[in-house]
């Protein structure tokens, strides 16, 4: 299991639900076992739906959203932004940025700089009376030129 999943997390759901004040309910625990039974995950609702009747859940995509929110808001997920309404929920809480894979529609961690260090300087300094909370970037991605028409050449 990667270390930045909260620790130990999947030895015990029941007990890490209701550490992070949540009621350890079937769903719930069908639905953390799914998004943190298998190491490191970026999830949208929609997706873990599927998963989710695929195992045989039966849920409404309106549970697994409410149930993915809870977990935001007892600080099991982190939610990413993407274009429009696009979400997902994030298991690595540690401080990190995106690449959006146009292609896929994924998005897939940025490997951090070395040591750790920041990936991102020069920023513009805030107004005096405010501090960066957060910096999230994302990153797009597609194919490059030569290898789209590569990929079109007939065999
Ligand atoms: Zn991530």
Redesign the pocket.
């Known amino acids: 299991m990667p270390s930045h999943l909260p620790p130990g997390i999947c030895e015990n759901l029941p007990r890490t639900l209701r550490l992070h004040g949540l009621r350890p309910t079937k769903q719930r625990l069908a639905l953390a076992q799914m998004i943190f039974g298998q190491g490191h995950r970026?999830i949208a609702a929609e997706d873990l739906h599927k998963e989710a009747v695929h195992n045989g859940l039966e849920l409404s995509l309106a549970t697994v959203y409410n149930s993915l929110h809870c977990f935001h808001e007892a600080g099991l997920l982190r939610i990413?932004i993407g274009e429009g309404s696009k979400r997902w929920f994030?298991t690595?809480l540690s401080d990190?940025h995106?690449f959006y894979l146009e292609e896929t529609r994924r998005i897939i961690?940025v490997p951090a700089g070395q040591n750790g260090a920041p990936l991102i300087s020069n920023l513009p300094p805030p107004p005096e009376d405010m501090e960066i909370a957060q910096i999230d970037l994302m990153i797009k991605l597609r194919r490059k030129a030569a290898a789209n028409s590569r990929k079109a050449e007939p065999k």
């Open positions: 970026h990413i994030d690595n990190h995106h961690d």
